[in-house]
């Protein structure tokens, strides 16, 4: 009998998925008309506002600026896909609106924002990171990172590690968003990544360069974002003096001289570990080395984060670097288009690459 009542509703809902659709007009008076006041965001896919469902429920309403394109079905199918991703350390997506040209997301409102606004903004946010917060938010996060990588089928390669994309529940539990999107754009659809001195900085070269996209390039944006918790200093700064503009090669030539230390938030004061402290830096270089294949896998990032496993600082060499960038720019004429139509305003992917053999390099047609 029981058996019977299962088969019956499998087969009258053959795809039962957690993933809700809502109208239009229903987003329009939760967001209040997607209201400037209710806007919390803006970004590559377009903006987000907070809104407040009938039910009470607070959330983030997405609304996509680039997928107009794309078929009602063949969101809704990736979308599917998505939903079922679920992990502690990953944004819960409620779910979805389709209607005409509209393609909305809408995910669990995080009320303590995201890490570039809070550990890193310039506004000021009362929230203190202590170093205790910081272990927890660099675990979670390469956490939530390495089931994407390695826990999933077909593994998911997020593209856009950054702090913007590391968002923070009440008790200060990261949560990754965005993660799946390269899925939900039109095959050669333009995902424009704004604040580009900020998004360059995350870039593994081979990426911002070849566009060449692999489960290591999410490890070298890891490695960035790990230098950025410890040391509460944004990757890029141009007003600084030209030697202090970016973390990873001030890091870098602190840990050649012995004085790593000095790169730790000095916020932290006596609230801290220093020994493990100067662990997540060494961890952050071994994420960005040059050579992908010298950078460590999520699972073994983890593993050395938690003292499971022991840093192998014999093979940490110099980083590759945004400033090899500039270099390289200036001494390759025929690749130079390519890397100054990035580092202007945009970045494209495309969806079409196989998702599952990640470790063999795949092209993102970089316009
Ligand atoms: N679920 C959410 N809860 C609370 N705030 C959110 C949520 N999702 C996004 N935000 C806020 O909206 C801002 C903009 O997000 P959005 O993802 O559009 O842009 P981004 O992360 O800066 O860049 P990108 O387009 O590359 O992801 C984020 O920085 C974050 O502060
Ligand atoms: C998160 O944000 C809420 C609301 O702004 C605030 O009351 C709370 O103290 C914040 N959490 C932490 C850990 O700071
Ligand atoms: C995207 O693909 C369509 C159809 O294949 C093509 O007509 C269009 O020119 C492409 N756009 C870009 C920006 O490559
Ligand atoms: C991660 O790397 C380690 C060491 O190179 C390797 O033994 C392990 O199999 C890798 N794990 C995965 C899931 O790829
Ligand atoms: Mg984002």
């Given at each position: 009998m029981r058996f019977f009542i299962l088969t019956c509703a499998c087969f009258i809902v053959?795809?039962?998925?957690?993933v809700k659709v809502f109208s239009y007009k229903e987003l329009r008076k939760a967001t209040h008309d997607f209201g400037g006041a209710n806007k919390i965001g803006e970004g590559g896919f377009g903006s987000v506002f907070r809104g407040v469902l009938k039910d009470g429920t607070v959330v983030a309403v997405k609304v996509l600026s680039?997928?107009?394109?794309?078929g009602i079905r063949e969101f809704l199918t990736e979308l599917t896909a998505i939903s079922d991703?679920?992990?502690?350390n990953l944004v819960t997506l409620i779910g979805c609106c389709a209607e005409g040209s509209h393609r909305i997301l809408i995910y669990n409102y995080?009320?303590?924002?995201?890490l570039a606004q809070t550990?890193?903004?310039t506004r000021y946010s009362n929230i203190r990171f202590n170093w205790r917060a910081r272990v927890k938010i660099a675990v979670g996060v390469a956490r939530g990172l390495a089931f994407l990588h390695?826990?999933?089928?077909?593994?998911?390669?997020?593209?856009d590690i950054k702090a913007s994309n590391i968002l923070l529940d009440k008790d200060l539990t990261p949560k990754i968003s965005?993660?799946?999107?390269?899925?939900?754009?039109?095959?050669?659809?333009?995902?424009?990544?704004?604040r580009v001195a900020g998004t360059l900085g995350y870039l593994a070269p081979e990426y911002a360069i070849r566009g060449q996209v692999t489960k290591k390039s999410d490890i070298y944006s890891y490695g960035v974002l790990l230098l950025e918790i410890v040391?509460?200093?944004?990757?890029?700064?141009?007003?600084?003096p030209a030697e202090d503009q970016f973390l990873l090669e001030r890091t870098w030539r602190l840990y050649e001289k012995g004085?790593?230390?000095?790169?730790?938030?000095?916020?932290l004061g006596d609230d801290l570990d220093v020994e493990e402290a100067c662990c997540f830096l060494k961890i952050g270089l071994l994420c960005t080395q040059?050579?992908?294949?010298r950078r460590p896998n999520m699972t073994n990032v983890v593993r050395m984060l938690t003292g499971e496993?022991?840093?192998?600082?014999?093979?940490?060499?110099?980083p590759a670097m945004i400033t090899d960038f500039a270099e390289f720019k200036a001494s390759n004429k025929e690749q130079r288009s390519r890397a100054e139509t990035l580092s202007h305003t945009t970045k494209s992917f495309t969806?079409?690459?196989?998702?599952?053999?990640?470790e063999t390099p795949t092209q993102s047609s970089s316009v």
């Open positions: 053959p795809d039962v998925h957690s680039a997928t107009s394109r794309q991703i679920k992990h502690e995080l009320e303590n924002s995201s550990l890193l903004g390695e826990e999933i089928r077909p593994p998911i390669i997020h593209r965005d993660f799946g999107f390269a899925r939900l754009l039109p095959p050669n659809a333009t995902h424009v990544s704004v040391s509460g200093i944004h990757n890029t700064n141009t007003r600084l004085n790593l230390n000095e790169i730790i938030d000095v916020d040059d050579g992908m294949a496993k022991i840093v192998a600082v014999d093979k940490i060499a110099r969806t079409t690459e196989p998702f599952s053999s990640s």
